[in-house]
């Protein structure tokens, strides 16, 4: 761990919808002294600059990062969006937390990484679902060896067709707006936090658009990885499910099978079911986004950042952004993903799309220059 700070002196870069949650988290941080916010966005930053009761707005990132006061940065723009204020931010030596995925270019990620490493910072990406109890205790006992030797895990991500509606409708560069490298992330992350340690050594994957190709993407990915000890794990994900699919945003499966026991996820939300003759908001809903149907049936609990009472948002990316606090001020060694996985993360994401589309087992780990070869 590198060096805590006595105060947080906290940027902000995106003040979209989860900028939003952690500046009003940051608010409420008693560390956090000072809190300033930059978006290109004005009006939408200045009306957060005040919710947040924020010291400082600007629409250039430059000038905020150049603030005497900041030392620790959150880059919370969208997807394609991350590079230019991460690498400013790496040059000025701050904490750094950056919203996953690191890039969506592999050779910005590489970028990324190697800046990152080369300062000796202490940087994290925002897998917030690793802050969720039910996988925390599933990394304890894995850790403890109580299922023996785990050598066979299958993940299955469903997720309502809003979100890759709502996310692609932000950019025209779609290219690698993909439900791997947008969303199956997250499942990927938690899936190779669990087989921590495991070398995946191939990827073999196929893709379907039916649905989702006139919005510019795809409608499902399904892939296997190997690993050296020839461990098998199986990732799959939909991100085509209709509209008024009860899930508004996620639901996973994972299976994990050990030589001596088995932990068997249940993740899909349909624990907690709300029916009403009312018409339903989206879950996921950045400006300007209505549900093209109405929506009368919702499992609650799957918007992954949490749920909201009383204008606050409680669950995971609580715990995660007020963790990371604790970790840059008073040094707690929490379960973030690290920068290096962040990197990983996006290059597997990208092999199973590269796999799919020439019908090809890959081998790993890859060089990034081979997303550019054709
Ligand atoms: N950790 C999670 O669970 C989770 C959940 C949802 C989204 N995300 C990620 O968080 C990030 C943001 O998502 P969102 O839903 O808040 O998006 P959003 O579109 O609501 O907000 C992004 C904001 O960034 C601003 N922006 C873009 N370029 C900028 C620049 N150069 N300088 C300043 N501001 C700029 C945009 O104007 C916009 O307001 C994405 O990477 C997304 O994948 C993470």
Redo the contacts with the bound molecule.
């Keep these: 761990m590198t060096e805590t700070l006595n105060e947080i002196g906290l940027a902000i870069?995106?003040?979209?919808?989860?900028?939003?949650?952690r500046a009003e988290l940051a608010r409420d941080y008693p560390g956090v002294k000072w809190l300033g916010l930059?978006?290109?966005?004005e009006d939408?930053?200045r009306k957060l600059k005040e919710d947040a009761r924020a010291d400082f707005f600007t629409?250039?990132?430059e000038e905020l990062l150049n603030r005497s006061e900041v030392n620790a940065v959150m880059?919370?723009?969208?997807?394609n969006?991350?590079t230019?204020?991460t690498l400013l931010a790496v040059e000025k030596g701050h904490k750094l937390f950056?919203?996953?995925?690191l890039a969506t270019e592999a050779r910005e990620s590489a970028q990324i990484l190697d800046a990152i490493s080369n300062a000796g910072l202490d940087a994290v990406v925002?897998?917030?679902?690793r802050f969720r109890r039910r996988f925390l205790t599933v990394k304890e006992r894995l850790l403890q060896g109580q299922i023996g030797e785990v050598h066979s895990v299958v993940t299955r991500a469903f997720m309502n067709r809003m979100v890759p509606i709502?996310?692609i409708a932000?950019t025209n560069k779609r290219q690698n707006l993909t439900p791997m490298v947008?969303?199956g992330t997250?499942s990927l992350d938690m899936s190779m936090w669990l087989l921590e340690g495991k070398k995946p050594v191939s990827v073999y994957a196929k893709s379907v658009d039916k649905a989702l190709s006139d919005w510019g993407t795809k409608d499902s990915t399904f892939g296997i990885f190997t690993f050296e000890d020839g461990t098998i794990f199986s990732m799959n994900i939909s991100w085509g499910l209709p509209v008024v699919w009860p899930g508004t945003v996620y639901g996973l499966e994972i299976g994990i099978v050990g030589t001596e026991g088995v932990i068997d996820i249940e993740d899909t939300h349909r624990d907690l079911i709300l029916a009403t003759y009312k018409n339903l908001p989206g879950g996921?809903v950045?400006?300007g986004f209505e549900p093209s149907v109405e929506r009368h049936v919702d499992f609650l609990t799957s918007y992954?950042?949490g749920d909201i009472y009383n204008g606050q948002l409680w669950g995971?990316?609580r715990e995660?952004t007020n963790s990371w606090f604790a970790r840059i001020q008073g040094g707690l060694d929490t379960p973030h993903a690290t920068a290096a996985e962040g990197h990983s993360n996006l290059i597997h994401t990208m092999a199973m799309d590269r796999a799919a589309k020439l019908g090809k087992e890959i081998s790993l780990p890859i060089d990034p220059e081979e997303f550019y070869e054709d």
């Design positions: 870069i995106g003040c979209g919808t989860i900028g939003r949650i930059c978006d290109v966005k939408l930053g629409t250039n990132f880059v919370i723009t969208e997807e969006k991350h230019e204020p950056i919203e996953k995925p925002g897998y917030t679902q709502a996310t932000k947008v969303s997250h996921y950045p400006e992954p950042p995971p990316m995660e």
